[in-house]
Each structure stands twice: as C-alpha cells, then as structure tokens.
C-alpha cells in the first residue's frame, strides 16, 4: 500500500457551544467536505471507548482540539498510546483512544495530535472568534496537504519540541 494510500481517520472534538472549544469539530466539517480519499472523519464533544474501534481500523489516526496556550495557528505533533489505561465514562485522552485500540484491538494506528490555537472559551455560544477562524483555515490547509501527500511522521513537530500534548479546554472542562 503506497504512503498516501494509508486509511486515516480525522477525529474532532470539542464543544462547540463553548466558542473556539469548537475548533475540533469545526475541523472535521471542513475536511469532510474536501471529501479526501482514504480519510474518515468523526466529530463529537469528547473522545470515548468506541473511538478506539474507529482507530483500530485505520494506519492514522489524527486527533484535533481546540489548544488554549499553544502556539499559533496550531501544533501538530505524533501520539504514543497511553501506557496506563485508565478511563471514566464521560471522556479519554487521544493517547488513552491510541493506546485501547492498541490494546484491545492490536491496532498499530500512527497517532498525532493536531491543536488548534483558540482564544474564546468563557463564554456559551456557537461562534469561533476571528483569530481561530484563522487559525483553522491553517489547519484545515495542512491536513489537506498532508493527507494527500501521506506525509504526516515528516510533518509532525520533533517530539522534543515543546514537550507533551497541547493543553485543551476539553481536559479542564470535563475535570
């Protein structure tokens, strides 16, 4: 299977209700609308057991958030699986996902975390400011790229770079 061939799937999540914690999910319509070949895409609020079979059946599994202190327009850096897999019935980590489907279904998915700076969070309403509209535009442009391409490992920040996944209002929201 040649490299740009490989079954990706887009997972965005966030609440979209909580402005740019929307970004996630904002993501995943824009690229299911580019309608890429070989790339599924799934949006929800948060990520649960079930992402986990979804990311067993395909060799990339990208995770996309809304990112509150990262850098601009977005992060994008590879996932190990978690090695504790600890999990609650409200929400999982993308390394937690990555690690299940490894676990439970010996899935060898690459995983990568794509966080997309975001600037709004305090407030209730179904709106991106205009800085994340921005910044997802970015986004949106170099998953489309990298997808086509196959080039997701090359893209990916060094793993020394900033150090750990991005920190998301998802975390301290469902905390």
Do not use: K, W
């Amino acid at each position: 299977m040649s490299e740009n061939r490989r079954r990706v799937v887009l997972i965005g999540f966030g609440n979209p209700g909580r402005l740019d914690d929307g970004l996630g999910p904002a993501l995943a319509a824009l690229i299911e609308r580019m309608n890429l070949p070989g790339v599924t895409v799934e949006s929800d609020y948060q990520l649960c057991l079930e992402d986990a079979e979804t990311v067993s059946r395909h060799d990339v599994a990208i995770f996309a958030d809304a990112d509150t202190s990262g850098p601009e327009p977005f992060s994008f850096r590879r996932l190990e699986p978690a090695r504790s897999l600890t999990f609650s019935t409200h929400s999982l980590r993308p390394a937690a996902v990555l690690g299940l489907a490894r676990q439970l279904f010996d899935a060898q998915t690459e995983g990568y975390i794509l966080g997309i700076r975001g600037y709004a969070f305090n407030e209730y309403m179904e709106s991106l400011s205009e800085p994340a509209r921005a910044n997802l535009t970015a986004a949106a442009a170099f998953l489309e790229r990298i997808c086509r391409e196959g080039c997701f490992a090359e893209a990916a920040e060094p793993e020394a770079g900033r150090g750990g996944p991005p920190e998301t209002v998802a975390a301290s929201v469902n905390e």
